[in-house]
């Protein structure tokens, strides 16, 4: 489906940078909504690496969370027992107050949601849930909002967009995010802006059975970091159950809603596997249920869903029904599946609005940790995680209007350009990230130990190593290698510190669950700012930075919280 943005004119700034009131980068659900709304106080500019069509959101089936006003407390209990003590009380209540705002926002925008002959929305249920609360429009549910955010954009003069382009820096001045510095074809350009936003999405592109592809290596989550801001919790990874077993990525999902339809989980000789495992049976949260189906494959036997208890599979779930049929698989008989790596729970450290520890800079959607999803996401929430959120960001940067770019800000953009190579490649080589994607599942996947986790990092830094002797210095830091490494190499480092088994994060040699629930906290390493990072300075080893675990009601000594984080 060809879907276009404003703006699309193949026209870039280069030489001089381009200068807006707001930066945002990434086209998936939380960079288009919230572009939409910031056009309402300024000039916006979006920048991705893809159309949206591409991005994570998009490919989102099952549905949002939709809990009625009667409802919230249900909801909040859900979230609560999903998250492993670890859900951030303040922020899961603002969200959930803000859930009529959000769904008012998606009405304007003529989101298609299914309804009952009385008007009311039809809900599903998915698991971890106590009740149907999963608004839907058929099984398509990110198709449907890609689809009104870019039909609605296509009609806001304020958004310029630029696709296809690729994030090599964020830009630093005096302590400030102002702008980022950005790459399509091999030719570098600047954007300078009063504040910006990262909507670049999570890392679980890094593992070799993923949902996602060539769009989700969390390269924004390595570049924030080495501007200046505080990463949080990278070690909780969330595994979708239900994805299906074929060669190639990206695995196609299988929405839960399927089980909350009937669907069953079983065995070769169609014996349920989840039995006996979690009291809700087939509905169990994703970490259980991802965990049963990796630890059966250890013992050879494998994991089918039984699609035949689904009543009309084919009106229902268009998009599962095409999805089989395309790769030859019968629904009429138990199709193949197995675990994959789908959303990214940790991320950028930042507050309700999206705040992050560096001024200026916001960060929404999978590439925040906001502490809403705590350590595993009830399913359906980030959606709704994203609308809210989206909302409260903007009304946030526009309630105190950052500087615009000065003199000096656009002189020093000007010298970075003159520093950056040109003819460098736009995507990570192709045998580099099959090593990384290998190497993630087979030592830091659904269930970990210590040896591994070591092994892995090990061999992260010989690959970091290598590619730094690969190409000259002043090349390194701009290669779309070296933050695909530095992603994975800083959610090693995370996942080794926590030394217990939480939420979505598994250790065999941790097998307990502390009493106290505590974060993971990675801070940046220090380094001059980034305007003066034009050599391998700017390719910080992720073993840099200090790395706190703090309890999750309390801060560090001087550290605020993240109420406290500055615009």
């Known amino acids: 489906m060809a879907m276009s943005l404003p703006g699309e004119t193949g026209q870039l700034p280069f030489g001089d940078p381009l200068v807006a009131d707001y930066l945002v980068v990434g086209a998936g659900a939380a960079g288009l909504a919230t572009a939409l709304c910031l056009g309402k106080y300024g000039s916006v500019v979006l920048v991705s690496k893809g159309p949206p069509w591409v991005s994570a959101s998009s490919r989102a089936q099952g549905g949002i969370a939709c809990p009625l006003p009667e409802e919230l407390d249900e909801h909040a209990e859900d979230t609560r027992r999903a998250g492993g003590a670890l859900v951030d009380e303040g922020v899961l209540r603002t969200y959930l107050s803000r859930v009529p705002d959000a769904f008012a926002f998606l009405e304007e925008l003529g989101v298609p949601f299914e309804r009952a002959p009385n008007g009311s929305l039809v809900r599903v249920r998915e698991g971890g849930y106590a009740h149907a609360r999963v608004a839907r429009t058929a099984d398509h549910i990110g198709r449907s909002l890609t689809v009104a955010l870019t039909r609605t954009l296509a009609r806001a003069p304020a958004v310029r967009s630029l696709t296809y382009a690729r994030l090599l820096r964020i830009l630093v001045h005096e302590g400030s995010a102002v702008g980022a510095l950005f790459a399509r074809r091999g030719i570098p350009f600047v954007v300078l802006a009063r504040t910006t936003f990262l909507a670049t999405g999570g890392f679980a592109g890094l593992f070799a059975r993923s949902t996602h592809a060539a769009h989700a290596l969390g390269e924004g ?41 009937g669907a069953r989980i079983v065995d070769e000789a169609g014996v349920p596997l989840l039995e006996g495992i979690h009291p809700l049976g087939d509905l169990a949260p994703r970490d259980a249920v991802a965990r049963t189906l990796y630890e059966e494959g250890l013992r050879g036997r494998s994991a089918f ?9 084919r009106q229902s779930f268009p998009t599962v029904w095409h999805i089989l049929h395309r790769a030859g698989f019968d629904p009429e008989r138990p199709v193949p599946v197995t675990p994959a790596a789908h959303y990214a729970i940790g991320g950028i450290f930042a507050s ?3 705040r992050t520890t560096l001024p200026r800079l916001y960060a929404l959607g999978e590439a925040a940790s906001t502490g809403f999803h705590g350590a595993n996401r009830l399913a359906s929430n980030s959606l709704l995680e994203i609308f809210v959120q989206s909302l409260l960001a903007c009304e946030d940067a526009t309630r105190a209007e950052a500087p615009p770019p000065g003199a000096e800000t656009i002189r020093r953009a000007r010298k970075v350009l003159a520093r950056v190579p040109r003819g460098l490649p736009d995507v990570p080589k192709s045998a580099l990230l099959r090593r990384v994607r290998e190497l993630l599942w087979r030592r830091a996947g659904i269930v970990r130990d210590g040896a591994e986790l070591r092994a892995a990092r090990d061999e992260l830094l010989r690959l970091r190593r290598k590619l730094a002797a690969r190409v000259s210095p002043e090349a390194v830091p701009f290669l779309p290698d070296a933050a695909v490494v530095g992603t994975a190499a800083l959610f090693v480092r995370s996942a080794l510190a926590r030394e217990e088994s939480r939420g979505v994060h598994a250790r065999r040699d941790f097998p307990r669950t502390d009493e106290r629930p505590r974060h993971t906290l990675l801070f940046p390493p220090a380094r001059p700012e980034t305007w003066g990072w034009g050599t391998a300075d700017g390719f910080p080893s992720p073993e840099e930075g200090d790395l706190l675990r703090v309890d999750a009601k309390g801060t560090p000594n001087g550290f605020p919280s993240p109420s406290a984080f500055p615009r």
Do not use: I, K, M, Y
Request: hydrophobic fraction near 50%; avoid cysteine.
């Open 221 to 261: 989550t390595f570049l924030a970091w080495e501007a200046g801001a505080v990463l949080r919790d990278l070690e909780f990874v969330q595994f979708h159950p239900t994805a299906l077993a074929r060669g190639r990525l990206p695995l196609p999902l299988l929405t839960e809603a399927l089980r909350g339809s």
């Open 305 to 313: 869903l039984d699609l035949r208890p689904v009543a009309n599979l």
């Open 352 to 354: 309700t609005e999206g």
